[in-house]
């Protein structure tokens, strides 16, 4: 089946999209590849291919330093990138924009600088029972060392979060929130402007994990009025290495720095140091800069693309792959919010999650298996030992769903 796919004024075919994808196009285990593990990293197109090889042949040089021609232009590509990304998120300034290594040292840093200086013993914080382990872990540690207490999100059966239950832990000693915008695991994309705006009432800051949500769904930080936000390059058809944080410049201001050296400094003398304006105050030593210049062409892609369209698609192939998964008998779909990304969570009945992906792997079907980096998520909200998770990207197509679901049908005649 051609779906072509038509918004506004951008159109794509998804076969001829697929040759910008060189990697898609081997055999594993003597079969054609099919990929379906973008929520773990989506694969690259040639244009950021290409940029990084590009960055490196003609103008790598280290940043912000030298007055020499090449330390300008690779300054000039690495500013040009952060532009972009204060565009593809609508952030108001682009020294709102920092660049890390990707969410979770995105977590990482709010945590142990906003965290450290801001929370004290008996505060409480809000996260959700279905974050990745990235935007729990970090909270938990802060937590515990400050003597303040971690507090969890309800989630329905559907893998909902319970909106009422969430209003009412809202109160004065709640001082930092930090909530998934789309999970990983089960795929929901929770109402997290509703949540940023309660917690606003209560003049609690927001911080959004985006790192599902990236190349999926527009963000836009100013609509959602959130106070921080996180996502990677890996997961938004750039390289890995790269991501970034948003914060509210009136947040950046007061945040102590997470890293010291190089970049983020103004001014030395023996004794003291005095720290560089935003954003270099938060980007200490030789930056990523081809991560970032090449982060700027994945940026580009999906704007060539449309996240419209590449939304639309995804969500085609997410109605087309439930509907399919469903004939299987024994079939069991974790998450079913109303509101969902392409990603499908699933156990059959009986077979454990490592058999179904091995099996697959065999015929060239990539998924993951296990706990996707939320385990108590799996283990304690929906006690399972695990589950087999399948996801989407935009090169994806009805005739892969079709040869997983093949592959299902071969999983259960062999172990059931
Ligand atoms: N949050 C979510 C929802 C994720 O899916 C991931 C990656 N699987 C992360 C955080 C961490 O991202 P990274 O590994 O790129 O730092």
Known sequence: MNIDIVNENISFDVYKLRKEFPLLDQQINGCPLVYFDNAATNQKPLSVINSIREYYETINSNVHR??????????????????????????????????????TEAVNLAASTYGMQFIN?????????????????????????????????????????????????????????SVVYVSNTLGTINPVKEIISAAHSYNIPVFIDAAQASPHIKIDV???????????????????????????????????????????????????????????KFEAGTPNISGAVSLASAIDFINEKGLLNIARHESDLLKYAENR????????????????TGVISFIINGIHPYDTGSILDNLGIAVRTGFHCTQPLIEQRYNLPGTVRISFAVYNTVEEIDRFIDGLHKVKKMLS
């Not at 020499?68 to 204060?86: D, F, G, I, P, Q």
């Open 222 to 280: 100013k609509e959602l009025d959130c106070d921080f936000l996180a996502f990677s390059g890996h997961k938004t058809y750039g390289p890995t290495g790269i991501g970034i944080l948003y914060a509210k410049e009136k947040y950046l201001d007061l945040m102590p720095p997470y890293q010291f050296g190089g970049e983020m400094i103004k001014n030395v003398s023996y004794e003291h140091t005095e720290y560089n304006n935003l954003p270099f």
């Open 121 to 177: 013993e008996g505060d409480e914080i809000i996260v959700s029972a279905m974050e990745h382990h990235s935007n729990l872990v970090p909270w938990q540690n802060l937590t515990s060392r400050k003597k303040a207490l971690l507090k969890f999100i309800p989630i329905t059966d559907n893998g909902e979060l319970v909106m009422d239950e969430f209003k009412s832990m809202l109160n004065e000693k709640v001082k930092f929130i």
């Open 325 to 340: 998964m469903n004939e299987i008998e024994g079939m069991n779909i974790i998450g079913n919010a109303k509101n969902k």
């Open 66 to 103: 030298g007055i020499h021609t090449l330390s300008e232009r690779a300054t000039e590509a690495y500013e040009n990138s952060r532009e972009k990304v204060r565009e593809f998120i609508s952030a108001s300034g682009s020294n709102e924009i920092i660049f890390v290594r990707g969410t």
